[in-house]
């Protein structure tokens, strides 16, 4: 049965979570509709536009994504700094870049003078939309629904266009967080409608490629910041060089079904996450199937289900996949 998304959601543990949306209807409504002939790719524009937009709106940064024909992956960092040290007016102006706000809040970003009785009330509403600029729940409804309108108002119908929730998972560990993203990122490749990570349309991995070739990252993704753990900014830290090989590395293997044919260096890579060659090319290749919940080493997964008073369940068998003993 359903959770209450509250209830899959550990700040304390982690600021990583994975999403997963898919459409209804006819099931290919951002593809190819093999009833009418008609071919939809352009909506999986429209999603990632509205990706890269809300990445710079919410307190939620994009660390990786895929859009498919008939379904959405998305891997977020929850940054409650970040909304912790907004402004007040700060709040305000991002919260309008998606809603209306009220009659009070568009006052106060016009800067005009706020009456005494309601001060209350604005600080009320700004305490709110603090809080939902960093809910992945909000998150999520402002990449579902304007997309959702957009494709109804085209296909002059009405009804539902994503199949229920979004599904979320807690990703506990930095090889619980790399093993996703390449699942994520990797999606095109194991359908087989991309060759390559830089012809991996709609696709994060495609916005990395393209900016590391001029020895930069996408300013509107979750940087990779490297391995030092001291004094970092805000970001992934593991080197973007390794990660892209990697990848590239793993795609090569899931294209042309070499399996085990991993390099020595890539091989090093995954001793430094601990995760076996043979594991990473399940992970990478399953994820979806292997983990339906959150996803760490069992001391994390532990720790994870103690905070939301949590009994540990079956899916703590395929977490032995990210780690060797």
């Known amino acids: 049965m359903p959770q209450p998304r509250r209830t899959l ?10 999403c997963c949306s898919r459409v209804v209807r006819r099931a290919y409504l951002c593809g ?11 909506r ?30 998305i891997v977020l960092y929850i940054d409650l700094d970040k909304a912790n040290v907004w402004s007040d007016r700060e709040v305000v ?7 209306n706000g009220t009659a009070l809040t568009q006052k106060f970003a016009r800067g005009e003078v706020i009456d005494e009785h309601q001060v209350a009330k604005l600080k009320h509403l700004i305490a709110t939309y603090r809080s939902r600029l960093s809910d992945i729940s909000w998150f999520m409804r402002c990449l579902n629904e304007p997309i959702a309108r957009q494709a109804n108002f085209e296909d002059n119908c009405t009804g539902h266009f994503w199949e229920g929730r979004f599904k979320s998972q807690a990703l506990l560990d930095e090889a619980a967080v790399l093993a996703c993203m390449a699942y994520v990122e990797l999606n095109p490749i194991r359908a087989k409608i991309a060759n390559t990570p830089e012809n991996s349309d709609y696709t994060s991995l495609q916005l990395r490629v393209k900016a590391a070739i001029n020895g930069k990252q996408p300013t509107r993704l ?13 970001g992934i830290n593991f080197a973007l ?5 990697l990848i590239d590395e793993t795609g090569r293997i899931i294209r042309d079904d070499k399996r085990g044919a991993i390099s020595a260096n890539a091989d090093k890579i995954l001793t430094r996450l601990n995760i076996p060659a043979e594991n990473w ?17 069992l001391q994390e997964l532990s720790r994870y289900c103690e905070h939301l008073n949590k009994r540990r369940r079956h899916f703590s068998t395929s977490c032995e996949y990210l780690k060797v003993g």
């Not at 919410?58 to 660390?63: E, G, L, S």
């Not at 060089?241 to 090989?245: G, N």
């Not at 290749?285 to 959150?294: A, K, N």
Request: proline share 4%; aromatic share 16%; with cysteine.
């Open 9 to 18: 959601i550990s700040i304390e543990d982690t600021p990583y979570y994975h």
């Open 44 to 73: 999986r524009g429209w999603v990632e536009a509205q990706i890269l937009k809300l990445s710079e709106v919410f307190a939620i940064d994009v660390a990786a994504y895929a859009v498919m024909s008939n379904h959405l992956y």
């Open 32 to 42: 190819d509709d093999k009833y009418t002939g008609k071919n939809y790719d352009h």
């Open 222 to 234: 979750l940087p990779f910041i490297g391995d030092e753990r001291l004094n970092q900014p805000k």
């Open 281 to 297: 090319l399940k992970i990478t290749t399953e994820f979806g199937h292997l983990f339906h919940g959150p996803v760490g080493t």
């Open 93 to 99: 102006e991002q919260w309008h870049q998606c809603f």
């Open 241 to 245: 060089k390794d990660y892209l090989e």
